[in-house]
């Protein structure tokens, strides 16, 4: 019973973010770059209290200096902000500049042009099934996945690559700055309240070791409060995130058009579905490193029609929750198939194609002989 209630209130609230982003695309409202008011206010709250902590202990250790029990709390109250706060994020190892992939860059400005999106400064190339943006300490970023590249067609690259920079163009990164940094905080408490934990050497069952009765009840509300916030903000930043995807679909359409940005979708499907086969596929004797990436890749295509079609229409059938970054697939969909025409531009011209393809290669032959090596170690 009260699953149903939730499962009908996850759908409420699902078909209305649905609904605001189709409202927002059709009235221009797209560049947000403060959460929602509860969730900024949460947020806010929780990255304050660090600093709340290690002001006090500054209190503490001056007003009555030179007082032990000053001190003492004084000192623990500084340690205590240090542990929790939130750590700065760095530049993901391996970005490169404009000198090492100049074609590349040249596509994502024309498509940055289009999206009236910042230029990227730097990219990001894995052996990844994916594509993200990113903004680091105001440097935005692109990360495109070997794989993913390999996998799709001109046509649904562009789609990808104009979905993440509409999230940068939407100030996407921007908005989830302030959660995401309140959720280390958080993650900082549970790892601290979790210090007494311990695994039983002869049951192997996760332990706890009592402090005390009064110290115990003090830690159970306090790990209540954390895991509730922990909840709450989750749960908005989800909402949150759900909305930017409809609205990052929105871009890739306005780049790549309406079929591209399906087809992509579809894509992302297979890609899930024809895990098993890649799972088999090992280095051959002398292969080079693009080659072994490609064979991975092509498992996407090579996935059995009616294991395509099971795929396809599970994510059909999959239903509006707020326990997941993304919204289904089929209401993406419908929301690229639901805008209207006359709102949309001309996909790009891209005539560089073949440049970029061929710089790329170079990279992914590195980063699949990499992936080769790890095989060799094992």
Not at 71 to 87: E, K, S, T
Request: with cysteine.
């Amino acid at each position: 019973m009260i699953e149903k209630r939730i499962q009908k209130l996850n759908q409420k609230i699902g078909e209305g973010i649905y609904l605001s982003a189709l409202q927002d695309f059709a009235s221009g409202r797209t560049s947000r770059e403060r959460p929602g008011a509860l969730l900024w206010g949460l947020s806010a709250l929780v990255v304050a209290c660090p600093y709340v902590f290690a002001a006090l202990g500054v209190v503490l250790l001056f007003v009555d200096f030179p007082n032990l029990l000053a001190l003492v709390f004084g000192g623990a109250f500084l340690g205590l902000g240090w542990m929790l706060r939130p750590r700065k994020p760095q530049l993901p190892v391996g970005a490169v500049g404009r000198d090492s992939l100049p074609e590349t860059f040249a596509l994502l400005d024309a498509i940055s042009a289009q999206l009236d999106a910042p230029k990227v400064s730097k990219v990001v190339l894995d052996n990844q099934f994916n594509a993200y943006a990113a903004e680091v300490r105001n440097t935005p970023i692109v990360g495109i996945g070997a794989l993913l590249w390999l996998a799709s067609d001109r046509p649904q690259r562009l789609a990808v690559l104009g979905h993440e920079l509409g999230h940068l163009a939407h100030r996407d990164t921007r908005r989830i700055a302030l959660p995401d940094r309140a959720l280390m905080v958080l993650n900082a408490w549970q790892n601290l309240l979790d210090m007494d934990h311990y695994v039983d050497a002869h049951t192997g069952v996760l332990e706890r070791e009592s402090n005390g009765i009064f110290a115990d009840l003090f830690s159970a509300a306090l790990r209540g409060i954390v895991d509730t916030l922990t909840w709450a903000i989750l749960k908005l930043s989800f909402a949150e995130s759900q909305k930017a995807e409809y609205l990052a679909d929105a871009s890739g359409l306005r780049v790549a058009g309406r079929q591209a940005s399906l087809a992509a979708l579809d894509l992302l499907v297979r890609i899930d579905a024809s895990g098993a086969l890649r799972s088999g596929i090992l280095p051959r004797q002398g292969e080079a490193g693009f080659d072994f990436l490609s064979r991975l890749a092509a498992t996407v295509e090579q996935l059995p029609p009616d294991q395509a079609e099971r795929a396809l229409a599970a994510h059909s059938a999959e239903k509006l929750s707020l326990d997941t970054t993304h919204p289904p697939t089929a209401y993406r969909q419908a929301f690229i198939n639901g805008l209207p025409e006359a709102l949309l531009e001309p996909p790009l011209e891209i005539a560089n194609w073949a440049a970029i393809e061929s710089e790329l290669k170079a990279h992914f032959e590195k980063i699949g002989r990499r992936e080769i090596a790890a095989f060799e170690v094992q």
